[in-house]
């Protein structure tokens, strides 16, 4: 079992930066892919990023694709997500996830793949 916690968010004006912090507790972490999906008010929770358990892959969602990007350290136990450019429509609550899945893209962009979350952290970004 895995417990996640977010962090960095916050306010931010447009073509600004902010990078959010997924860290887990347990000893394998390096087990789990792990993703960011967000979610903006009155819409779906939608996919981001993911990166693979050694952090030698990566997938993001085209609204974010060269603006965003997503690393890991297991030996800290901690996804990143760095967010470059942000625009306005960025503004959402980011929330991390984390499954012991093989990698599939057409399934890690589902929030069904997921056994854990976190909480999540804001992000607004002002125009």
């Known amino acids: 079992q895995v417990h996640l916690v977010e962090s960095g968010g916050g306010l931010v004006q447009a073509g600004g930066s902010l990078r959010l912090s997924c860290t887990a507790s347990?000893?394998?972490?390096?087990?789990?892919?792990v993703s960011w999906f967000r979610q903006a008010p009155g819409k779906e929770r939608e996919f981001v990023a993911t990166?693979?358990?050694?952090?030698?892959?990566?997938y993001y969602a085209d609204s974010v694709k060269g603006r965003f990007t997503i690393s890991r350290d297991n030996a800290m136990n901690t996804v990143y997500l760095q967010m470059n450019s942000l625009k306005p429509e960025d503004t959402a609550v980011y929330s991390c996830?984390?499954?012991?899945?093989?990698?599939?893209?057409?399934?890690?962009?589902?929030?069904?793949?997921?056994?854990?979350w976190g909480q999540g952290t804001q992000v607004t970004v002002s125009s």
């Open positions: 990166i693979s358990q050694s952090g030698g892959i990566s």
């Open positions: 347990g000893r394998t972490f390096k087990t789990y892919v």
């Open positions: 996830a984390a499954d012991m899945s093989s990698w599939s893209t057409k399934l890690l962009v589902r929030t069904t793949s997921y056994d854990y």
